[in-house]
């Protein structure tokens, strides 16, 4: 079986392959990859307890598969563009052969550094070539990364090197974003000043602007280059398939966000696999996704599934928006891109700022449109289809999960069917079920359910780091057998899949996650403030906002609401950052609280949404008066 399926009927056969006999399909796909010791057993353990395991006993790095592999026949071929922020700068290209070489200097100077093999080692970057640099050099010599994306504050930085047990920082002096220069070794700084773990912070610096070495902990990217021999080999670290290849921190519905575990071999076949299938990239293709790496999306589609591929990667500093609203698409035509794969949350900023920003660049090369990280609305998807694409290229609506490791619905390039705001069928290996709150599996097309996923799958979660009754917890234990994704969807009478959104408390903004328990764990932190409850509406161009119904000791009079309204938003940018600042907060005297003390969100959903009637059973409300209170102020609010 080759790795990239060619036609939809092939696409049919492997899906009904890989149904009844899972190991050998998985087995075949696993054996396009190289192995440092090959795999016997396939796949064991049970979704149950979360034990699974996948190529068990083989052993497998996955730099030798993104890098080393690519030397053979493609050492001259560029590996990865870099474009900056200010489109007047230099930009820096890397061929496969001076990837490699850097990231094995790089690899050698942590070692050099002490770095050891399972040791956790966080990013905070800025989208610099350095970024995808370290995380491949950790890689390289087994350590762990974990990249914590650099919008976060030194608060959410510091629980996550806490909760990791990092021996070492890498970030920058500072980043670019737009206009604007974000200090990042401050924040890092500030991050580390109870933290005992780390022994060393790297700063890669990209600015000019000046910021604190401490010479006991801190040691500049050029400086620790400069240690070793840059021409030495730097060996790939022998590591089992269920090794850690690396921890992403997400949000969920309760607590601080969770570490979700990758490892090297089930985590290499499903990047490289679903890649090659999705994107349809063939050689001399230009790939580009736009996220950044600090979320799952780069992880998978920006670094690992496009060099697994040996494709051409483009690595963009900046934001759609600068220095104009037509920057994706300057990009697009001057590296003449192939696939591109974005929010919608940006294709919904970009569609409101004009079409003459689209329409002045030569989009011609462009054969595959990706979407991802949210619902896609359906006039989004026809502007995209039509003036990004010239309604000649495919949509594929992405639909997966930090926990997923890589894409699990959604359209084969232009082999598979399309339907605006359907992710469509699921990739070959991957059984999707719809169940009802009681787990009963919903067989009839054209009704909507709750997305559970019914076998493994090699890059499957494999635990929350230092906590799998968490992991359990959330998502093994709900529906047994099967893995809860959170979300609510709906599958169509041609079995087509449209991912309708989460069904717990998390919010997805900007197709960024967040859990509502976060945020108000955050706002609670405010001087004056007893108690909040934050729920998602929906936002024209973030996908959802953010309304913060919040209680003060005290009831602020009109002109102390607007400076305890700083004050609470100042607490979420502390706690978590900018990007979970609340759209909206609303002080109210109380919260639709049930008798046993449960708030009722699904009225305070409503209510956000500007629906002021309909609120279902209220009869089990403590004290239903405070809806018509909340209601009365929150008209005057939206
Ligand atoms: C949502 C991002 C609808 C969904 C890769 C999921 C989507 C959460 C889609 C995961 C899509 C992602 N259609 N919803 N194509 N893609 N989602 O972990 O609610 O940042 O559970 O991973 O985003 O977000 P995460």
Redesign the pocket.
Known sequence: MPLQIESFEAYRSAQKKSKHNPEQFWAEIANHFDWQRPFKEVHSGKMEDASTRWFGDGQINITENALDRNLRERGDQIALHWEPNDPNSEGQSFTYSELHRTVSQFGNAMRAMGVKKGERVVLYMPMVPELAIAVLACARIGAVHSVVFAGFSAQALSDRIEDAQASMVITANAGRRGAKTIPLKATVDEALKENQSVQNVIVKSVTSDPCFMDTSRDVWWKDAMLSTEPLAPCSAEIMDAEDMLFILY?SGSTGKPKGVVHTHGGYTVYAGYSFANVFQCQPGDVYWCSADIG???GHTYIVYGPLLQGGTTIMFEGIPTFPDPGRYWAICEKYKVTQFYTAPTAIRALMACGDEHVERYDLSSLRVLG??????NEEAWHWYHEKVGHSKCPIV???????TGGIM??GLGNLSPQKPAH?GYPLPGIHPVLVDPEGNTIKDNGKEGLLCIAAPWPSMIRTTYGDHERCLNTYFRPFPGRYF???GAKRDENGMYR????VDD?I?VS???FGTAEIESALNQTPGVIESAVVGYEHEIKGQGIHAYVICEQFPSESESIEMAKAAEGQVILGIGKIARPDRIQFVAGLPKTRSGKIMRRILRKIASGDFDQFGDTSTLLDPSVVDEIVDKAKRLI
Not at 499 to 502: E, F, L, P
């Open positions: 997400t979320w799952i999306t979407s991802v990280g949210e619902p896609i609506d992405t639909w997966w999960q930090t926990e619905i959604s992710a994704t959170g979300d991912v309708i959104g989460r998390v997805n197709g960024h996650r």
